[in-house]
């Protein structure tokens, strides 16, 4: 079994940065590549940036690209989400987890996530 523990998020104003951050307790963190979703109000959740197991190998929506950086910590089985010049569309519940195999939509278990708002 695997657990997922999110934190750091809150709530800031427009400019502002947050740093997420992912404890991963009870699995072999550091065979799986980790994502950080999000899900806004009435939308789906989606894909934010994920890492590989090593953490050499990152990728980004293109919301994200230029404003956030992940990074991971295989010692301490954590991941972190940068979140930096957040916008109010960046507000969501943010979550991560487990990339088990992206092509058929298999994740770990889903975690309660951590809220983040951004006010204009």
């Known amino acids: 079994q695997v657990e997922l523990v999110e934190s750091g998020g809150g709530t800031v104003q427009a400019g502002g940065s947050l740093r997420l951050s992912c404890l991963v307790v009870?699995?072999?963190?550091?065979?799986?590549?980790m994502g950080w979703f999000r899900q806004a109000p009435g939308k789906e959740r989606e894909l934010v940036a994920s890492?590989?197991?090593?953490?050499?190998?990152?990728s980004y929506a293109d919301f994200a690209k230029g404003r956030f950086t992940i990074a991971k910590n295989n010692a301490e089985n954590t991941v972190w989400l940068q979140m930096n010049n957040l916008q109010p569309e960046d507000t969501a519940v943010y979550y991560c987890?487990?990339?088990?195999?992206?092509?058929?939509?298999?994740?770990?278990?889903w975690g309660q996530g951590t809220q983040v708002t951004v006010s204009s």
């Open positions: 987890n487990l990339i088990l195999d992206a092509s058929k939509g298999e994740f770990g278990p």
């Open positions: 009870g699995r072999a963190f550091t065979v799986w590549t």
């Open positions: 890492v590989n197991w090593s953490g050499a190998r990152k």
